[in-house]
């Protein structure tokens, strides 16, 4: 199974890189935009140094933990986002007449370029401001694997509605794109219901509180709510999914996967 996993990696890779110049341009423009976001809070750091508590480093890790995430689950994962669409246009017959998982076969039989301009953007973060100690490199590896896992199975999880709504591909892509969005912002600038909204109905809070929760103070508390809500993630991406999927109609479609 891992030797499976890995040629499609690198067949995903190989493909990327055909067009070398498309690939480098790609992955660059995604950098680029992130670093004018950096720039922004570089500016408002100078003239605040703090943010309700947060401090230029917190919110640069922020950045490099939420960026990082959502590259590692978009290059290595990088149909989760496409779940609705194939469901909804019959394109899972392809996956259902092989003899692999079907949901992980789906997962990385796709890889977004731009997201790898995301991964090493969060390196360069990381690098720039994070904690380069052994400690500090595991407590940073622990926040990419959380932040890499709640994206991955969130976004599994809203595409599934297809199964049941029909074509959700609109509605998937805004909830996909809310869990992006509010990672991106500290915690602290949300009160009341919105912050509730956060650790409940969109698990943002769970990604975006990691620079604190985890790479500062790491409060066990947090860190345990963390991996509990992945695992929760995780066991409902899996049977809704495989639950779907009896209810799934075939599109009759006929294709070849390498």
Same mark, same amino acid.
């Given at each position: ?55 230029? !480093? ?32 019959? !394109?899972?017959?392809? #996956?259902?007449? !092989? ?142 999914? #495989? ?16």
């Amino acid at each position: 199974m891992l030797r499976f996993v890995w040629e499609c990696w690198k067949l995903n890779l190989a493909g990327a890189m055909e067009f070398r110049l498309s690939f480098l341009l790609t992955a660059g423009m995604m950098i680029i935009n992130n670093v004018v976001w950096i720039v922004f809070w570089g500016i408002y750091f100078s003239r605040f140094h703090v943010l309700n508590g947060w401090g230029l !480093q917190d919110v640069m890790m922020l950045w490099a933990i939420a960026a990082g995430g959502f590259g590692v689950m978009a290059t290595f994962f990088g149909n989760a986002s496409r779940i609705s669409n194939l469901i909804a246009t019959g !394109q899972l017959d392809i #996956y259902l007449t !092989q003899p692999k998982p079907v949901l992980l076969h789906v997962l990385i039989s796709r890889m977004s370029v731009s997201a790898i301009g995301d991964v090493l953007f969060a390196l360069m973060i990381y690098i720039a401001f994070g904690d380069k100690s052994g400690l500090g490199f595991l407590k940073f590896a622990l926040a990419m694997v959380l932040s890499t896992l709640i994206f991955l199975f969130f976004t599994v999880i809203v595409n599934c509605l297809a199964f049941w709504l029909g074509n959700t591909e609109g509605l998937s892509f805004q909830l996909y794109n809310a869990l992006l969005t509010f990672t991106t912002y500290p915690t602290s600038i949300f009160k009341g219901l919105g912050k509730v909204v956060l650790f409940t109905v969109l698990p943002a809070g769970f990604i975006s509180y990691l620079p604190i929760g985890l790479l500062r103070e790491a409060d066990l508390l947090f860190i345990v709510a963390a991996i509990g809500i992945t695992l929760i993630l995780c066991i409902g991406a899996i049977t809704l999914f #495989y639950g779907g999927l009896r209810k799934y109609s075939s599109g009759n479609m006929m294709g070849l996967r390498r």
